[in-house]
């Protein structure tokens, strides 16, 4: 036997860690309390829901990326391009600050967005006639040839996707989609202040360096 072996036989086999212990079964805490969201006082079917949204994002983003990527761009480059033009076929003046309501972006997002797409000669700013201080969003030629080159392509591929709903029913989910958002934000709002401890929990603040080991008098 060799010598490592013999020191490998002398400190024995390595120990394997003690198993964690098994929790005692239970039922997973409830994620909702709205009786709206509750069956028979179960959670499955929101979270059913929630996952199968995640499930529809991710397969959108894709398409959308597969869209973008025909003409060159990323996904939310497209998404401010194609804005900008059916807007302002709309409404005849897109600003940044429309935009970004309409895209549930932030201005500042938009902002860097719509200067990268004027680099690629996709997207003009004029003057604002009502508001000098205002920039107006227009595409440009080369943009709108390469919306108009994507369209075929994108209108076949939009028909597959939401092929599933009557009139009717995406009235309904284009209702309910706004509604979500609005909510949605308000939810982030409320998860953000549940965050932070009230003031009272908060741990004191630390003494300024000049007084902290002074003693009282």
Do not use: C
């Not at 036997?1 to 964690?20: C, W």
């Not at 059916?86 to 970004?100: G, I, K, Q, T, Y």
């Not at 958002?181 to 401890?197: G, H, N, T, V, W």
């Amino acid at each position: 036997m060799s010598d490592a072996r013999k020191t490998r036989a002398a400190n024995g086999a390595p120990k394997r860690a003690a198993p964690a212990e098994r929790a005692p079964l239970q039922a997973a805490p409830l994620t909702v309390s709205r009786p709206e969201l509750l069956a028979d006082g179960s959670d499955r079917e929101f979270r059913q829901l929630v996952h199968a949204l995640f499930g529809f994002l991710a397969r959108h983003e894709a398409v959308r990326a597969g869209h973008a990527a025909r003409i060159g761009l990323a996904g939310v480059e497209y998404s401010v391009l194609i804005s900008i033009g059916h807007l302002d076929a709309e409404e005849r003046s897109v600003s940044v600050n429309r935009l970004a309501t309409h895209l549930h972006l932030s201005g500042a997002f938009i902002t860097t967005l719509t200067n990268k797409l004027e680099r690629l000669g996709l997207v003009s700013k004029e003057p604002d006639d009502a508001d000098r201080r205002r920039v107006k969003l227009r595409i440009t030629a080369e943009g709108w040839r390469r919306l108009s080159a994507l369209a075929p392509v994108q209108r076949q591929v939009n028909d597959v996707q939401f092929g599933p709903l009557t009139a009717g029913e995406f009235r309904l989910l284009n209702d309910i989609m706004g509604r979500l958002i609005d909510s949605s934000e308000r939810a982030l709002k409320l998860q953000a202040f549940l965050a932070d401890p009230p003031a009272s929990e908060q741990a004191p603040a630390p003494l300024p360096a000049a007084t902290a080991g002074k003693r009282k008098g």
